[in-house]
């Protein structure tokens, strides 16, 4: 007997080892389908609009047939995250040095938000487990195999990065919410924040503020300041990895497992398995960008119709 536990039921689905259920609906409904459908509803919605009654009613199904496949709305959650998530883009890796790599890494995970905005009110409750999660994981520290750095500082880079893309796309979705529900674009919202702004401070009662807001800083078209903060975290993890002691870029790893890592990568099978994913990647990268294209014009159509 196995003394390994047993995967909670979400985890097994999001690996791909759970059991089939044996009855129920035959007709399209599984696993995969109803994770789509509530990523459908959380995309129109938000993720407060998910729940099993609602993705039950979109498939034509009663609820209770939805937890033959899926027990519980928490774990119908993490497999959308998963989905959501998908696998991380070649960007990362294809790019030149670990710097350039992060930056693409915490674009990559912009991309996402602006893609499935609800993601970020997932609550991060540990270390990521789930197939993809981990593949965005690993591709984080691959960028950072070439510099001096133990895996504890590589993890904490990581985090470092994931939470200057994480704030930035928290912000960046609060200001296109607020746009969106008064029917403008972000910069109508900040010329008439630069406005307010304009009417309230003084210069005796906001002695630094006032001189910032004379600089333009706070009306529409300014550069993106989070992507100065991103900057400086990758300055600061530079300085770093120069003031680093020398040592081993990797632990050495055995000469018969490199030589099969790298017959495996030689593989035809594989090379064709990995052209396929990029094809694939690069086809939703397309698709998400003409679905962006879309939303837009349709709210310059309802915008232009109110008007």
């Not at 709305?73 to 995250?81: G, I, N, P, Q």
């Not at 994931?162 to 109508?188: C, K, L, N, P, S």
């Not at 993106?224 to 081993?248: H, I, K, S």
């Not at 962006?292 to 109110?306: H, P, S, T, Y």
């Amino acid at each position: 007997m196995s003394d390994e536990p047993e995967l909670p039921h979400g985890l097994a689905l999001a690996w791909g080892i759970a059991a089939n259920p044996q009855r129920g609906p035959k007709r399209e409904m599984s696993v995969e389908r109803i994770v789509e459908t509530a990523i459908e509803i959380a995309d129109e919605g938000g993720l407060s609009a998910v729940s099993m009654a609602s993705v039950a009613g979109r498939l034509g199904f009663t609820p209770m047939s939805l937890y033959r496949y899926v027990s519980a709305k928490d774990d119908l959650v993490l497999l959308m995250v998963e989905q959501a998530n998908g696998v991380p883009p070649e960007t990362i890796a294809e790019a030149e040095g670990w710097r350039a790599g992060l930056a693409a890494f915490a674009a990559a995970n912009l991309e996402m938000f602006a893609a499935h905005p609800w993601v970020l009110d997932v609550p991060i409750e540990g270390t990521p487990v789930t197939p993809n999660s981990l593949a965005w994981l690993d591709a984080a520290l691959a960028t950072l195999r070439a510099t001096p750095l133990d895996y504890e500082e590589k993890v904490s880079v990581t985090l470092a990065v994931m939470a200057q893309a994480r704030f930035e796309g928290i912000i960046t979705r609060g200001y296109r919410a607020a746009a969106e529900a008064a029917g403008g674009t972000v910069d109508d919202l900040d010329a008439r924040a630069d406005e307010l702004l304009a009417r309230l401070i003084t210069p005796e009662a906001y002695p630094e503020v006032h001189p910032a807001l004379l600089a333009g800083v706070f009306g529409p078209g300014v550069e993106n300041p989070f992507a100065f903060g991103l900057e400086r975290v990758l300055d600061g993890v530079e300085a770093y990895v120069a003031a680093r002691p020398a040592g081993p870029v990797e632990r050495s790893e055995p000469a018969a497992s490199a030589a099969v890592d790298e017959a495996v990568e030689r593989d035809p099978k594989v090379r064709e398995a990995r052209k396929a994913r990029r094809e694939v990647e690069k086809a939703l990268r397309d698709a998400r960008k003409r679905e962006r294209e879309a939303r837009r014009a349709a709210r310059e159509r309802l915008g232009g119709a109110a008007s």
